[in-house]
C-alpha cells in the first residue's frame, strides 16, 4: 500500500458517486436554507510571518463580522472517483481516473465510491462545467488558455472566469461551505466538529483511517445530512486565501479576492496533522493548495445555486 501523503500548509493550521443507492435525487444535492455566521478577521499585522499560529493573540482589536449567504445547494458526500470517471472520460484531454487510492479499500467497502483526489483546483472546475453540460445546465465556469501536466494530464494553469447568475454545478465558496459544515440553520452550535462532537462518529481521520481514503458516506452525517465534512479528503473550495481585511461589519455572498495563487482546503483529512480539524476557522489559520497541484489528501464536493 502507498503511504505517503503531501499537503500545502498556509497560513497556520487548518481553520479548513455521489451516486450511492438511496439517494433521493441524482447527485444526493441538499438544498440549504440562507442564513449568516459571524466570524473574527484579525488585523494585518506588519512583518508577521504568513504561517505565525499566534497571530490572534497578539492582535489585541480583533474585528468581527457577519458573513450571510443565499440559498443554495450542496451534495451529501465528496465527489467518488466513479462519478469523476463517468463525467471525464468523455474528455479524450482529461485524465478520468487521477486518484492515488486507486485499489485496496478497507475491508468490504467499494473502491469505486471511495473520493477522487489528486486533482487540481482547475480539474474541479472543468467536473464542473462537463457534468453542467451533460445534464442540460449552464456552465458557471470559462476556463482558457489550458496547460497539462504531461504526466497524468490534470491541469496545472489555466484563465478562469465565474459567472455565478448561470445555474451549473459549481465549486462551494468558503463561506457556503463553512455554513453547511457547521449546520446551517439547524446548528445548535454545540459541537466541535461537522456532527458531533465526537470525532469517530463523523470523520476518517489520523486515528481511525489507516492512512487511507474511505468509501464515501459511512460514518454519521452532520444535522443537514452532510457527510466526510472533517475527514477523509479535504475538499477545494472556490475562494483564493483571504489576504485582505474586509472593511464593513456584514458581506453577503463573498467570494473572496479577485486573484491569487492559494484556494481554500476545507475539512481536514485521514493524515496526521490534518485530520480532526475544526469545520470553524479563523482567516489566519487556515489551509492553502497551490490551485494547479494535485494532492491524495485533497477532493472535492459540489454546489448549484437555488433558482
Same mark, same amino acid.
Given at each position: 500500500?502507498?503511504?505517503?501523503?503531501?499537503?500545502?500548509?498556509?497560513?497556520?493550521?487548518?481553520?479548513?458517486?455521489?451516486?450511492?443507492?438511496?439517494?433521493?435525487?441524482?447527485?444526493?444535492?441538499?438544498?440549504?436554507?440562507?442564513?449568516?455566521?459571524?466570524?473574527?478577521?484579525?488585523?494585518?499585522?506588519?512583518?508577521?510571518?504568513?504561517?505565525?499560529?499566534?497571530?490572534?493573540?497578539?492582535?489585541?482589536?480583533?474585528?468581527?463580522?457577519?458573513?450571510?449567504?443565499?440559498?443554495?445547494?450542496?451534495?451529501?458526500?465528496?465527489?467518488?472517483?466513479?462519478?469523476?470517471?463517468?463525467?471525464?472520460?468523455?474528455?479524450?484531454?482529461?485524465?478520468?481516473?487521477?486518484?492515488?487510492?486507486?485499489?485496496?479499500?478497507?475491508?468490504?467497502?467499494?473502491?469505486?465510491?471511495?473520493?477522487?483526489?489528486?486533482?487540481?483546483?482547475?480539474?474541479?472546475?472543468?467536473?464542473?462545467?462537463?457534468?453542467?453540460?451533460?445534464?442540460?445546465?449552464?456552465?458557471?465556469?470559462?476556463?482558457?488558455?489550458?496547460?497539462?501536466?504531461?504526466?497524468?494530464?490534470?491541469?496545472?494553469?489555466?484563465?478562469?472566469?465565474?459567472?455565478?447568475?448561470?445555474?451549473?454545478?459549481?465549486?462551494?465558496?468558503?463561506?457556503?461551505?463553512?455554513?453547511?459544515?457547521?449546520?446551517?440553520?439547524?446548528?445548535?452550535?454545540?459541537?466541535?466538529?461537522?456532527?458531533?462532537?465526537?470525532?469517530?462518529?463523523?470523520?476518517?481521520?489520523?486515528?481511525?483511517?489507516?492512512?487511507?481514503?474511505?468509501?464515501?458516506?459511512?460514518?454519521?452525517?452532520?444535522?443537514?445530512?452532510?457527510?466526510?465534512?472533517?475527514?477523509?479528503?479535504?475538499?477545494?473550495?472556490?475562494?483564493?486565501?483571504?489576504?485582505?481585511?474586509?472593511?464593513?461589519?456584514?458581506?453577503?455572498?463573498?467570494?473572496?479576492?479577485?486573484?491569487?495563487?492559494?484556494?481554500?482546503? =476545507? $475539512? %481536514?483529512?485521514?493524515?496526521?496533522? #490534518?485530520?480532526? &480539524?475544526? +469545520?470553524?476557522?479563523?482567516?489566519?489559520?487556515? =489551509? $492553502? %493548495?497551490?490551485?494547479?497541484?494535485? #494532492?491524495?489528501? &485533497?477532493? +472535492?464536493?459540489?454546489?448549484?445555486?437555488?433558482?
Amino acid at each position: 500500500m502507498k503511504k505517503k501523503s503531501q499537503i500545502i500548509f498556509v497560513s497556520g493550521i487548518l481553520a479548513c458517486t455521489l451516486v450511492l443507492s438511496g439517494c433521493k435525487d441524482k447527485y444526493g444535492m441538499v438544498k440549504i436554507k440562507g442564513g449568516a455566521f459571524t466570524e473574527v478577521q484579525a488585523k494585518q499585522i506588519e512583518g508577521l510571518k504568513v504561517a505565525d499560529v499566534d497571530l490572534l493573540e497578539q492582535e489585541k482589536n480583533p474585528k468581527t463580522f457577519s458573513l450571510s449567504m443565499s440559498d443554495f445547494y450542496i451534495s451529501k458526500y465528496e465527489v467518488t472517483q466513479q462519478l469523476y470517471d463517468s463525467v471525464m472520460s468523455k474528455d479524450a484531454e482529461s485524465n478520468s481516473k487521477p486518484s492515488y487510492f486507486d485499489e485496496s479499500p478497507a475491508g468490504n467497502e467499494k473502491q469505486e465510491l471511495r473520493p477522487v483526489e489528486r486533482v487540481t483546483w482547475y480539474d474541479c472546475l472543468l467536473f464542473c462545467n462537463r457534468l453542467s453540460k451533460q445534464e442540460g445546465l449552464d456552465p458557471v465556469y470559462t476556463i482558457d488558455d489550458i496547460s497539462r501536466y504531461k504526466n497524468g494530464r490534470g491541469i496545472n494553469k489555466a484563465t478562469v472566469t465565474a459567472d455565478y447568475s448561470k445555474n451549473g454545478y459549481r465549486l462551494p465558496t468558503r463561506a457556503e461551505w463553512i455554513y453547511a459544515a457547521s449546520g446551517g440553520t439547524k446548528s445548535k452550535n454545540k459541537n466541535n466538529y461537522s456532527g458531533s462532537a465526537n470525532l469517530d462518529e463523523i470523520a476518517w481521520h489520523e486515528n481511525n483511517a489507516d492512512e487511507m481514503t474511505h468509501q464515501v458516506g459511512l460514518k454519521k452525517p452532520n444535522e443537514l445530512g452532510l457527510y466526510d465534512m472533517n475527514g477523509n479528503v479535504a475538499e477545494w473550495c472556490w475562494d483564493c486565501l483571504w489576504t485582505e481585511t474586509l472593511n464593513c461589519d456584514a458581506v453577503s455572498d463573498y467570494k473572496g479576492p479577485s486573484s491569487g495563487r492559494y484556494r481554500y482546503i =476545507l $475539512g %481536514g483529512t485521514f493524515v496526521k496533522n #490534518y485530520s480532526g &480539524i475544526e +469545520f470553524y476557522y479563523d482567516i489566519y489559520r487556515e =489551509l $492553502g %493548495g497551490i490551485q494547479g497541484s494535485r #494532492y491524495q489528501t &485533497i477532493g +472535492f464536493r459540489i454546489a448549484r445555486n437555488v433558482k
